[in-house]
């Protein structure tokens, strides 16, 4: 790809979406807008006990309610699924502990949440009160609810018959002697201890799902709020055992997953069920409060990092153990989750020795499982941290320690000690673009005098540099980490008759634009008006073939195929017109949206003339099928390496302990950018869900396993009058590793932001004597460790 | 969520609806704007059997002044508190106050007078009421009574109102002194962790969020009386205090933030 | 059962409901406007905002009942006659102010309630204006972008009450 001046390349361009008329009308249909005949609601009754045996499910209270038809015990619907249950597609190691997860519990409630009845009924207002009448008689147990708890000796187990809580421990030690060397001779050792709470995921629409059985051929068409279609089909089909071909799944609009709706869950599997059972559409919708339990949360680990360097700074070897909360069972990736960070704990860092080891654990809580990020802004979190505090101890500045130790320009590809490839990247130039941009200098000088003048609202700056693997993912590399499925992706090109051109695309798409992106690649190959190419996703029955949208993949993996199978329709098309010009193809070039002979721009066949051809095959080259259609499956070879730094200057009030976001700058390194609009949004989006995890949102579960932030009253996702002002700049290094040579950006700015708030934080209350904060800082939070800092009474 | 199931009766009148409160007896709850109850409604925190909707009576939608004293209608909305002229010149501290309650949208709904039955230590009107010694005017059965603001809030969500009384107007003096509202919380939308209302230059001082009902800071009125610094009153808004503990803060950490706030808002208000 | 009547982007309609119907399910489940969404149970999220005689309102916490004889607006209902989007949609589309669209309905009636209720609006007062609108995929700086275009250009073309009766 050429990012060009050329008004007739679209890629590069702030190409407006065309996704945004239907959205901005109300007219895009998600899953809740959608209405079938005969459906029947679901209404689920969900344990209120972290953890208790379930002594009886009463529903005739329920059933005197008008319009309530049936209320199930998870032993009366056991029948349904028989010997399956909710799929964990990533076994880590070969003897991690993964319990049996029915979707509806039948003997024994493990979280608040758990579902442990279902009341079916004419309507969504009989479903609600149906459920509200349904009386479950618990006999609580004890709970285990902090992690470092559950590894204790003695801890309760949420899981009797596994006789521990630990699901499995992860090592990445390619050579502990030289690890501990490296310590042993350092100059400086930082030793740090992170906790990353839960966070909700909170995509602003909910879950839902309908299952809709086709009787007369045993065929389901499940419609569900998913990111997975493709992923869910295979899942269905064997946890339910009805043959895959039977299956459709269908992702209407849907409002953001930020990875919570990576996910094959119990409300998917229940009614899919109880559709074939029954013979009738079945539907569900998720209501806000239900999700703060319903839906898998986010983070969750207890992390220990260790980094050890010489007088100057340099950093000799990181070591890393991580306690990582798996909730009460292990969804479709749970256990993955902290795999994808376990490789990036010495960041954008030249770092010769490495030890990374993860425990992870039960607890009677919601399963965590992929969140913006999953495992990359942990790790970021924790190196970025820990190289501030490095910095103190070196005393140098935090972008003085971060050069001194990037890797260098032209070390790539770099190979680091966590055994990965590193594909392009300038992170010295990002750096300093930022550092300019943020002006450091004038920002520090103001800081000297409030510290002078004593102010009680102190100016603190933060600086993150991450790197982040993304574009998952080499299937072979998948493979070596036991992961259930490959990373490929697939995309068709199709040239109708009359050159209008369909793109059928496995990523699935719900709020990234592809259709505007994937239609800019497309034109500009083809030579023709994005509008000329329509884009289709999100139905297996349109889409067969697809592993969808979550890890920042879609661009790098998807797009990617989408650029190939454009490829080789015009590898086609060459060959018709050269035929028809009677040239050698080697003699042709396409310009213009025309196949000419070089030199002799007269001779030329228009793109529209070869599609007419290619459907009436009146006069195609010898043994050539008609039409003109591509697919590819593209695996890639190697990860992509997006990286960046993110400036955050905070303002915090000493005296209530209030933080203030006054200025956020982000350089990224996303490689080239196919259109620099849509990347911008969501690095702002990215930024103020990082910025969320440092200063509101907290999952927060009392120690009885209660969740407290149930709806958004309570859990604080920022509106517009929190949010700050993003500067947003790129530096482009473009990946060698695909030919568009993209990185991805779904997940950047989630990634960097949260330890450059916290970085500011402390650096705002360093003179107070404070060296850490935890996350949310809010205002209590803040107000404390400066008290306790100064050794007041709290 | 989906609230459970309730009879509806649409009030005509004032009087109207304290009938029909004297019919249905405490099974029945007034409905205004609905922006307090009925999300606890949904929550099924609340599950009146019968709802008499007032927020039809247009004729207790008014802001009046005569002789000093300004009469705001039980049904007057937050929002044309906030956009009143009349406030603006004559008691411009109720207009601002209304202007940081919830966002647009429930000032477009919410009503003087519900947010006052409703009684929550944590809203803002009512602590600005109390500021600045308003006079409440409720209707029952038996006529009006007149009950002011420092015997209003009697408890936890309780007030002075009878299960068959409803509010009809709320009255304040003209007020020129200096006057300063401090809202503290973590979300602009958000319920005030801690708020302080300071009106008549000091005279007036009310806490939100502090105890079980909003709370008149009486020691610091004293204070500012006997000629005490911003700083001096301020030191005593939270003696005596057991303010809840809930996400945001903890008693102690309520406490200081009275402090500061309270500080805050009579230096605001033009206590030296 | 009760009975209500209330016009809806200018057209008369008559149902009957629970007086326990919140306004936005008689909208999307009784009239099957879809449109207006809802994303949560604690009237915080905005996704639902509608405007009940010309000013935005919350259609979760309103029932259906109380909304009887008034004026309502949906996103459906801003467009004009043609098709042609309101200017605050055509600016939520030129400014990138949406990505998934599941809060925009409710942040483009909210907005363009904002612009009309205040007529001066600076980038504070926008984001204070918007406080009970969550967007989980913008981090909010094109929507306030595209309300500033809106509010500073003077084409906000209000939505004013559709005459009750309208139709009658």
Redesign the interface.
């Known amino acids: 790809m050429t990012m060009t001046d050329d008004p007739a390349t679209h890629m590069g361009s702030h190409r ?2 065309r ?12 899953i ?2 959608m ?1 079938l005949h005969g459906e029947i609601w679901v209404g689920i009754v969900r344990s209120t006990e972290a953890h208790a045996t379930i002594l009886g499910v009463d529903g005739r209270a329920a059933l005197e309610i008008d319009g309530v038809t049936e209320v199930l015990s998870g032993a009366d619907l056991a029948p349904l699924w028989g010997e399956g249950a909710l799929p964990c597609a990533w076994p880590v190691t070969d003897d991690m502990r993964d319990p049996a997860h029915l979707p509806v519990a039948t003997s024994v409630a493990k979280y608040v949440g758990d579902a442990v009845a279902v009341v079916l009924a004419d309507s ?2 009989a479903a ?2 149906g459920a ?1 009448a349904v009386s479950v008689d618990y006999d609580p147990l004890p709970a285990v609810v902090d992690i470092e708890a559950a590894v204790a000796e003695g801890a309760p187990l949420v899981h009797e018959d596994l006789g521990t809580n630990e699901s499995y421990t992860w090592p990445l030690i390619p050579d502990p002697k030289a690890v501990d060397a490296a310590f042993a001779g350092a100059a400086h050792v930082v030793s740090e201890r992170y906790v990353q709470q839960r966070l909700i995921p ?5 879950r839902g799902v309908i299952a809709a059985p086709g009787v007369a051929n045993g065929e389901l068409t499940l419609y569900s709020a998913t990111q997975i279609p493709h992923i869910l089909k295979v899942m269905t089909a064997v946890t339910l055992d009805i043959p895959e071909h039977k299956i459709r799944v269908v992702a209407p ?4 997953g ?1 990875g919570c709706k990576l996910n094959v869950y119990a409300e998917e599997i229940l009614c899919c069920a109880l559709a074939m059972d029954r013979g009738v559409p079945v539907r569900w919708t998720e ?3 239900e999700a703060a339990t319903a839906t898998i949360q986010g983070r969750g680990q207890v992390q220990h990092i260790e980094l050890a360097a010489d007088a100057d700074g340099k950093v000799q070897a990181v070591r890393v153990k991580l306690l990582a909360d798996m909730g009460a069972y292990l969804q479709l990736v749970t256990p993955g989750v902290p795999l994808l960070g376990a490789f990036l704990y010495h960041g954008c860092y030249d770092v010769a020795h490495y030890s990374f080891e993860c425990t992870s654990v039960f607890t009677n809580k919601t399963p965590t499982d992929a969140y913006r990020g999953a495992g990359r802004p942990e790790a970021t979190y924790a190196v970025e941290r820990a190289m501030d505090s490095l910095a103190v101890a070196v005393g140098v500045t935090p972008e003085e320690i971060r050069s001194r130790n990037f890797i260098a320009a032209d070390a790539f590809p770099y190979e680091s000690c966590a055994e990965l490839t590193f594909d392009s990247g300038d992170y010295q130039a990002v750096l300093d673009k930022a550092v300019a941009m943020a002006d450091l200098e004038s920002v520090r000088a103001e800081q000297a005098q409030r510290r002078a003048d004593g102010s009680n609202r102190q100016i603190g700056v933060g600086l993150s540099s991450y790197v982040e693997m993304c574009g998952l993912a080499p299937s072979r590399v998948l493979a070596s980490l036991n992961y259930g499925a490959g990373g490929w992706e697939a995309a068709t090109v199709r040239v109708l008759p009359t050159a209008k051109v369909q793109v059928i695309t496995g990523s699935t798409p ?4 592809h259709e505007t992106s994937w239609s800019m690649i497309v034109a500009d190959k083809l030579g023709i008006d994005p509008d000329d190419v329509d884009v289709l996703h999100s139905d297996t029955a349109i889409s067969p073939t697809g592993l969808d949208t979550y890890g920042s993949r879609s661009l790098s993996v998807g797009g990617t195929a989408v650029f190939m199978a454009t490829d080789k329709v015009l590898d086609k098309a060459r060959l018709i017109a050269a035929h028809q010009l009677e040239a050698n193809e080697d003699d042709l070039e396409y310009f213009d949206g025309a196949f000419q002979v070089k030199g002799t721009p007269t001779a030329a066949v228009p793109f529209a003339a070869i599609a007419f051809a290619a459907f009436t095959a009146h006069d195609l080259p010898d043994g050539m099928e008609p039409n003109l259609e591509a697919h590819v499956t593209y695996d890639p070879p190697n990860f992509t390496f997006p990286n960046g730094t993110h400036i955050a200057v905070v303002e915090v009030d000493t ?2 302990g ?1 933080v203030d976001i006054v200025d956020y700058v982000a350089v990224d390194d996303c490689g080239n950018q196919v259109n620099p ?2 990347v ?2 969501q690095v ?6 990082g910025a969320a995890q440092a200063l ?1 949102e907290d999952a ?1 579960y009392n120690e009885d396993g209660q969740i ?2 149930v ?4 859990y ?8 700050p ?2 500067r947003v700049a790129s530096h482009v290094t473009p990946s060698p590793t695909n030919p568009m040579g993209v990185k991805g950006i779904g997940e950047a ?1 989630t990634i960097a932001a949260t330890p450059a708030v916290i970085n500011a934080v402390v650096d705002a209350l360093r003179p107070t004597g404070v060296t850490d904060v935890t996350m949310p800082a ?3 939070t803040v ?2 460790a400066i008290n306790e800092a100064q050794g007041g009474a ?1 | ?2 609230p ?2 309730f009879d509806y009766e649409v009030a005509e009148s004032a009087e109207h609806a304290v009938s029909l409160l004297a019919d249905h007896g405490d099974e029945a709850k007034l409905l205004a704007g609905g922006h307090s109850l009925i999300p606890m409604m949904r ?2 925190l609340a599950a009146p059997t019968v709802l008499v909707d007032v927020g039809r009576l247009d004729d207790l939608r008014y802001i009046n002044s005569a002789n000093g004293t300004i009469s705001i209608g039980a049904l007057t909305r937050h929002s044309e508190l906030e956009h009143s002229a009349l406030l603006a010149e004559s008691c411009p501290m109720l207009a601002s106050v209304a202007a940081l309650v919830g966002d647009p949208a429930v000032r477009h709904r919410g009503t003087l007078g519900g947010t006052l039955a409703h009684s929550d230590p944590a809203s803002d009107l009512p602590a600005a009421v109390l500021a600045l010694g308003a006079t409440i005017v409720a209707r029952g059965p038996g006529g009006d009574r007149e009950i002011a603001a420092t015997d209003f809030f009697t408890g936890y969500f309780e007030s002075a109102l009878a299960d068959d009384e409803m509010i009809v107007e709320v009255r304040v003096a003209a007020s020129a002194g200096g006057w300063n509202y401090q809202k ?1 919380n ?5 319920w005030a ?1 801690v708020g302080v209302a300071v009106a008549e230059g000091g005279a007036g001082v009310s806490l939100v969020n502090m105890g079980a009902t909003p709370l008149r800071a009486s020691a610091v009125e004293a204070a500012v009386a006997a000629g005490a610094s911003a700083g001096d009153a301020a030191a005593v808004a939270a003696d005596g205090l057991q303010p809840p503990t809930d ?4 008693a ?2 309520r406490r ?2 009275a402090r ?1 706030f309270t500080q805050r808002a009579l230096k605001a208000a033009g206590v030296a | 059962m009760e009975s209500v009547k209330f016009a809806v982007n200018g057209t008369e309609r008559s149902l009957e409901v ?1 007086p ?2 919140l306004l936005v ?1 008689a909208l ?2 009784e009239l ?14 905005g ?1 639902c905002t509608v405007l009940v005689d010309g000013q935005s309102a919350k259609s979760c916490t309103m029932f259906a009942v109380q909304a009887d004889g008034a004026d309502i607006t ?3 209902g801003v ?1 004009d006659a043609d098709g042609k ?1 309101h200017p605050m ?1 055509q600016a ?3 400014h ?1 102010a ?8 409710g942040m ?1 009636m909210a907005a363009i309630s904002l612009v009309e209720e205040y007529p001066e609006l600076d ?1 504070h007062s ?3 204006g ?15 972008n595209a309300v500033l275009a809106v509010a500073g250009s003077g084409s906000a073309t209000p939505i004013r009450p559709y005459q009750s009766g309208q139709g009658e």
Not at chain 1, 711 to 714: A, C, Q, R, T, W
Not at chain 2, 247 to 250: G, H, K
Not at chain 3, 32 to 45: A, F, K, M, Q
Not at chain 3, 98 to 105: E, F, I, S, V
């Open positions: 407006l979406r996704e945004d008329p239907a959205l901005l009308t109300g007219e895009a249909q998600f809740d807008d209405s969504r207002y609600a009160d509200a909170a995509p602003m629409e909910p609009s849907v409002g953001g930020f209501g806000r409060s719900h709020g990234q634009g005296e209530t209030n609009m849509i911008e949004g702002h989006g990215g930024v103020l869900q509101y927060v407290v932030t709806n958004l009253g309570d604080l996702v920022p509106s517009a009058a929190e949010a002002v993003y700015g809010s205002p209590q107000w404390r709290s | 969520m989906i459970a199931s929550f099924r503290f973590r979300r602009a939308q958000d962790i996400l945001n803060a903890d102690d950490y200081h933030l500061v | 629970e326990r119907t399910h999307r489940d099957r406007l879809t449109g207006t969404n809802i994303g949560c149970d604690s009237s915080s999220c996704a949906t996103i459906e467009a989007m949609q939520f589309h030129e990138h949406l990505q998934c669209g599941y809060c925009t309905p483009v980038d926008v984001r204070h918007l406080e009970g609108n969550l967007c989980r995929c913008t981090g909010y700086q094109n929507i306030v």
